[in-house]
């Protein structure tokens, strides 16, 4: 069993900041990466960036400069992840949903998701 427990959140103005935490827990030995993913009304869900075990980080283009994600390692059963998100715009306004990706002895990686956090920038 897995579980993510998401926090953060909320309403800002455009221009303004809002930090995301995600703390993973239960099966986690063999995480290979956690992430954060967002998803507008209408749209589909999409990367807004991760981080792997190894620290090698990937962001959505649009997100690339105004996004920091990174993690914490306290031991083998917890990790977390943060976005720090500065200079947000109108667009940015999404549910966001938290992500671990863990490997298995087959060789197939297995998704889990957090219950999502609604972020809504103002203009």
């Known amino acids: 069993q897995v579980q993510l427990v998401e926090s953060g959140g909320g309403l800002v103005q455009s221009g303004g900041s809002l930090r995301l935490s995600c703390a993973a827990s239960?099966?986690?030995?063999?995480?290979?990466?956690m992430g954060w993913y967002r998803q507008a009304p209408g749209k589909q869900r999409e990367l807004v960036g991760s981080?792997?075990?190894?620290?090698?980080?990937?962001?959505?283009e649009s997100v690339k400069g105004r996004f920091t994600i990174s993690s914490i390692s306290r031991d083998k059963a917890k990790n977390t992840v943060t976005l720090q998100m500065n200079r947000l715009k109108p667009e940015d306004t999404a549910v966001y949903f938290c992500?671990?990706?863990?490997?298995?002895?087959?060789?197939?990686?297995?998704?889990?998701w957090g219950q999502g956090t609604q972020v809504t920038v103002s203009s």
């Open positions: 992500n671990i990706k863990i490997g298995n002895f087959a060789g197939y990686e297995l998704d889990y």
């Open positions: 239960g099966s986690i030995s063999s995480t290979n990466s």
């Open positions: 981080i792997t075990t190894g620290d090698f980080t990937m962001y959505a």
